[in-house]
């Protein structure tokens, strides 16, 4: 059961990052030529495409993205209550859900934020990676760098978001436990 749960929880995990990514990937109008945001947008295109045609876009907000990606969380719910042998309470289920995304999110940024540094103090010319990772981080990192400008080559702006997120994720977990758990 444990191997199962760990499966489950794995691909539907993987898949919801692609997802995330997808959503980022336009908030931030990113280059869709890169062939990491192709690999994204072949992912998630074909679940996507036929939303769009009922749900359109708010603004820069793709709304059938941020469907699917509550949507995913759902089903991965969904499933391991079933294997589980649990009720299905589906307010519950979809509230968790809502958050899943928003902290998975976070996650995600945490870990582009980790590659861009480590890959930063390496990088020897164009990666089409760290293209894609400096475009996504970068609409967070550029005001910050305004405010605190790098110290002898060291961008302390990474810092501070790492702290920053850190923060929010011990605040939440405070005042509502469940999230730690999703």
């Known amino acids: 059961m444990n191997a199962m749960v760990f499966l489950v929880n794995t691909l539907f995990d993987l898949y919801l990052m692609v997802v995330i990514l997808r959503i980022w990937l336009q908030l931030t109008r990113a280059d869709f030529y890169n062939p990491f945001s192709q690999f994204v947008v072949k992912a998630t295109h074909p679940v996507i495409a036929p939303l769009r045609r009922i749900l359109p876009p708010i603004g820069k907000l793709d709304t059938a ?14 499933v391991l209550t079933l294997i589980a042998g649990a009720v299905i309470n589906l307010p519950t289920i979809l509230a968790y859900s809502v958050v899943a995304v928003i902290k998975n999110a976070g996650v995600l ?12 103090w390496f990088n ?7 293209m894609v990772i400096a475009q996504l981080t970068e609409p967070v990192l550029a005001p910050l760098r305004r405010i605190i400008p790098p110290i002898g080559g060291l961008d302390l702006s ?3 978001v790492f702290i920053a997120l850190n923060f929010i994720n011990m605040l939440l977990s405070q005042y509502v436990p469940f999230w730690a758990y999703i």
């Open 124 to 130: 020897q010319g164009y990666n089409p990676f760290i």
């Open 158 to 160: 990474v810092l501070v």
């Open 109 to 120: 940024f945490f870990w582009m934020l980790l590659i861009r540094a480590i890959l930063s």
């Open 65 to 78: 993205s941020v469907l699917l990606a509550i949507t995913v969380v759902v089903v991965k719910m969904l």
